[in-house]
């Protein structure tokens, strides 16, 4: 669900059309911008950077 939450409201979005409060019913403010700030800590954006570098590097079909 989060991947979808994520997708859907977060990549792509400029940071001042974020939503603040949670998009959907069964997740409570609080938790959504908890999920907001772990996608936004750059801890986190630089895993993700790393983990997308290496899946364009070495695609599935070639490892083996």
């Keep these: 669900m989060r991947y979808r939450l994520k997708k859907k409201y977060f990549?792509?979005?400029?940071?001042?059309?974020?939503?603040?409060t949670s998009p959907?019913?069964?997740m409570?403010?609080?938790e959504?911008?908890?999920?907001?700030a772990k996608w936004?800590?750059?801890k986190n954006m630089v895993w993700v950077?790393?983990?997308?570098?290496?899946?364009i590097e070495?695609?599935?079909?070639l490892v083996i």
């Design 40 to 42: 936004t800590n750059p």
């Design 58 to 61: 070495f695609p599935m079909d």
């Design 24 to 26: 959907v019913a069964s």
């Design 11 to 20: 990549d792509g979005i400029p940071a001042n059309q974020i939503p603040t």
């Design 32 to 36: 959504w911008q908890a999920l907001v």
């Design 49 to 55: 950077s790393c983990h997308i570098f290496y899946l």
């Design 28 to 30: 409570s403010d609080l």
